[in-house]
């Protein structure tokens, strides 16, 4: 079964930068519209970031466009979140996932990002 594994989180502080990655097996995720979603605590689970299969169209959620961008590589099934300026309210687990349906199964581990000073 196609799976995700997603890293690259951590301790940062306001205004630093951080690069998410995402692994994905199987040989769905070329043709399959990927998304970044975010866990606060006793938060629900929220699309922040989607990409297109091809990778040609992107979308944001108001509170991270301009400072996240999403992108993908199909040659080695990876997707990506170059998180920059961050903020303390973007501390949150963050998972990758299709779109639409559940082509991979379960969610994966996700990978927990924490901004403090």
């Known amino acids: 079964q196609a799976q995700l594994v997603e890293s690259g989180g951590g301790l940062v502080q306001p205004g630093g930068s951080l690069r998410l990655s995402c692994a994905a097996s199987?040989?769905?995720?070329?043709?399959?519209?990927m998304g970044w979603f975010r866990q606060a605590p006793g938060q629900q689970r929220d699309l922040i970031a989607l990409?297109?299969?091809?990778?040609?169209?992107?979308s944001y959620e108001d509170s991270v466009r301009g400072r996240f961008t999403i992108s993908r590589d199909n040659t080695n099934n990876m997707l990506y979140l170059q998180m920059n300026n961050v903020k303390p309210e973007d501390t949150a687990a963050y998972y990758c996932n299709a779109l639409y349906g559940s082509p991979f199964g379960s969610w994966g581990q996700g990978t927990q990002v924490t901004v403090s000073p």
């Open positions: 199987g040989s769905i995720f070329i043709g399959t519209d």
């Open positions: 990409i297109t299969s091809s990778g040609s169209d992107t």
